[in-house]
Structures are given as C-alpha cells and as structure tokens.
C-alpha cells in the first residue's frame, strides 16, 4: 500500500476539520496523534473494494479498532439481480463481522453503502453522491481491482489503472482531504520470503 497524499489536520469537537498552519506554513498536528483510532477519529472514510478478500478485513478493522469514525462509506457496484442494499447485507453477514455483531452492532450504523463502480465514468457515481462524498470523506482507501489472471487486457486496464485515476479523481475534488491510500497489487514483493508492514522501495 502507498500512501499518496497525507495532510495534517487538526480535528475539532464538533467533528469538522481544519488545517493547522504552522508559521513556517507547512501543516501540522500529525506529530500529535497519539493512535490510529484518534487519528480516525471525527473523519469520514471511503474504501472501495469491500466486497473483495481485502476489502472485508480492512472494513472489520476500520470498525472495530476505530469507533469514532464518523462515517465509512463503501462503493458497492449493482450486480444483474442484486441491488446494493442486497450486496451491503451479504457483506456484513459474513462471519468476519461476527465480533463486532457480538459487542456493537450500533457501529454498522456509520457504515453507508454508495453506489458506484469503478468501471465507469465518474465512478458511475450520482451527482448527489458525489457532491455528498466530497463534503464528508477525508481518507480514501482504494481496494478495488480484478485480479483475474486471465482477465482480457482492455478490462484489466479499465478496472485497475482508469479505475484508480477515477478515484483520484474523485480524492481531488475533497474538501478536506487527509489520505489517499492505494492497494496495488499483491506480487509487488513477490521475492521475499515474509513481507513485512513497512514501505518498500
């Protein structure tokens, strides 16, 4: 994973954020985050992909050691005979959730499903959507992909490289952006034996 845009903010009480310059006029306020769940804190999140392997563990994360989220949205494209709503409830029946459903199951209150897909211009988004999605989403995890081996080339191509430019896209268009983090591709370390959780060059 590769994290593209990280700014510093500053998160007020009322959940709004602002960016704390300081007189040098680089950004700070990072440096004093104590933990990932207060950096989560008050921010909105978007994750695609949360129907994949991936997606589903980054998602269960997201919710059970960052509960002061103030909102997770996740793009879920329509299938032909499911709607989304269909999909978002499968999604969280699956026994990953299972923990969560045990302790809280209020926090699946913050978790909204959008519709989208990251096939299409402009992510097949709704204007309202995506008018709503720039005002509330501050981090954007891109997990979204086919990883099809036999995949025909144009439809590799328009899923994981135009499919990841849309979402840039869509990260610039942010009002208060925070972090941009993109899940590549699963052979990028392919040569090593263990990988470990740091950048690689």
Known sequence: MANIGTESVKILKHGSINRETNEN??????????????????????????TGFLGKGLLEKLICMCPRIA???????PKTNKTIEQRFKKLIDDPIYDSIKAKNTA??????????????????LS?????????????VF?????????????????????GTDRIIELWNELKHPISFV????????????????????
Do not use: C, Q, W
Request: proline share 3%; net charge negative.
């Open 127 to 139: 204007r309202e959507d995506r008018s709503m999605l720039s005002e509330k989403v501050n981090i």
């Open 25 to 50: 006029g680089t950004h700070e306020g990072l440096n004093k985050t104590n933990s990932l769940e207060e950096f989560y804190a008050g921010n909105g999140i978007l994750v695609t992909g949360t």
């Open 142 to 162: 891109h997990a979204a992909a086919t990883v099809r081996f036999n995949e025909p080339l144009h439809v590799a191509v328009n899923v994981n490289t135009k």
């Open 182 to 201: 993109h899940v590549s591709t699963a052979f990028s370390n392919a040569n090593l034996h263990e990988i470990g959780e740091k950048v690689y060059t």
């Open 107 to 124: 926090l699946f209150n913050r978790v909204y499903p959008v519709n989208g897909d990251v096939s299409l211009p402009d992510l097949g």
């Open 71 to 77: 909102a997770t949205f996740i793009l879920i494209r």
